[in-house]
């Protein structure tokens, strides 16, 4: 699964990127495996805030014209990313049982 990320590349460190690896991408590629990843065009922003930590946002087009969008806040990259993960992969479950995919 590839995700593009949009934002300040500078504020995005080596172990943010790690941290991003394992929380989402890593746990969603199983959702989306029986798509093709030419059909999957993602995309993670992530904003920092002076008072309230991080947002994350999410979009993902599957084939179909679906959209999938995901947004949480939280006080450290690892908080949020773990409810957006959740959100995200509620969608994508909803997405596969309607194309009738159970696996």
């Known amino acids: 699964m590839h995700i593009k990320l949009v934002g300040n590349p500078t504020a995005l460190t080596p172990h943010k990127l790690k941290l991003i690896h394992q929380r989402?991408?890593?746990?969603?590629?199983?959702?989306?495996?029986?798509?093709?990843?030419?059909?999957?065009?993602?995309?993670?922003?992530?904003?920092?805030?002076?008072?309230?930590?991080y947002i994350a946002n999410f979009?993902?087009?599957?084939?179909?014209?679906?959209?999938?969008?995901?947004?949480?806040?939280?006080k450290t990259i690892s908080a949020t990313l773990v409810p957006l993960r959740q959100k995200i992969a509620k969608q994508l479950h909803k997405y596969r049982a309607r194309l009738g995919i159970n696996r």
């Open 24 to 53: 989402l991408t890593s746990k969603l590629a199983k959702y989306t495996r029986p798509f093709q990843t030419s059909f999957q065009r993602s995309a993670l922003t992530i904003k920092r805030g002076s008072r309230w930590g």
């Open 59 to 74: 979009t993902m087009i599957l084939p179909k014209n679906e959209n999938i969008f995901a947004q949480a806040e939280g």
